[in-house]
T-cell receptor
Framework: TQLLEQSPQFLSIQEGENLTVYCNSS?????LQWYRQEPGEGPVLLVT?????EVKKLKRLTFQFGDARKDSSLHITAAQPGDTGLYLC???????????FGQGTELSVKP | DVKVTQSSRYLVKRTGEKVFLECVQD?????MFWYRQDPGLGLRLIYF???????EKGDIPEGYSVSREKKERFSLILESASTNQTSMYLC???????????FGPGTRLTVT
């Protein structure tokens, strides 16, 4: 069974701090997606990384896919209260669009 | 604009009741998914469908069934609800067999 371990599960930081969320697996994924979910809403895609070693930036968010396509990280620089939410990583299986999700990271950024 | 809607935001049912959760997408997507979301466990796939009248089991299908009579509609059925099925249920769709999944807002189901 493929597993995706996401850490930390909870993160409470002050505005302006930096943080990194990790997703690790022993399995290879064809791609890895990062979603953000706000209370009362479904997850919304932030980015997809496909190539081993790929780095993508979305304003203050930097996403990296490991060289072996087994792990990924999300780094947020100078976090803001608007970054508060649940961040989910999801590995795409080679079986027609099915995703396996990490446990999620609940981020709280205090002003 | 892409839209996935779910029939209810909140639902309270009694143990043993039959429960229907409906999901509708307006994007002409072929592939639809049902997940449940529990704290510390992320999203777990219950069932998915690649086409009308077609369904496949996900990772946790026990206690659930699904129906896809029309392309835009995918229903999740709890034949006899139990308290351990109290959860957030999320529906999603994708255009092809890979790519971004578009999620509905979720249904928070409580079984008492």
């Amino acid at each position: 069974t493929q597993l995706l371990e996401q850490s930390p599960q909870f993160l409470s930081i002050q505005e302006g701090e930096n943080l990194t969320v990790y997703c690790n697996s022993s399995s290879v994924f064809s791609s890895l997606q990062w979603y953000r979910q706000e209370p009362g809403e479904g997850p919304v895609l932030l980015v997809t990384v496909v190539t081993g070693g790929e780095v993508k930036k979305l304003k203050r968010l930097t996403f990296q896919f490991g060289d072996a396509r087994k792990d990924s990280s999300l780094h947020i620089t100078a976090a803001q209260p608007g970054d508060t939410g649940l961040y989910l990583c999801a590995g795409e299986r080679n079986q027609g669009g099915k995703l396996i999700f990490g446990q999620g990271t609940e981020l709280s950024v205090k002003p | 604009d892409v839209k996935v809607t779910q029939s209810s935001r909140y639902l309270v049912k009694r143990t043993g009741e039959k429960v229907f959760l409906e999901c509708v997408q307006d994007m002409d997507h072929e592939n639809m998914f049902w997940y449940r979301q529990d704290p510390g466990l992320g999203l777990r796939l219950i069932y998915f469908s690649y086409d009308v009248k077609m369904k496949e089991k996900g990772d946790i299908p026990e206690g659930y069934s699904v129906s896809r009579e029309k392309k835009e509609r995918f229903s999740l059925i709890l034949e006899s609800a139990s308290t351990n099925q109290t959860s957030m249920y999320l529906c999603a769709s994708i255009a092809q067999r890979r790519g971004e999944q578009y999620f509905g807002p979720g249904t928070r189901l409580t079984v008492t």
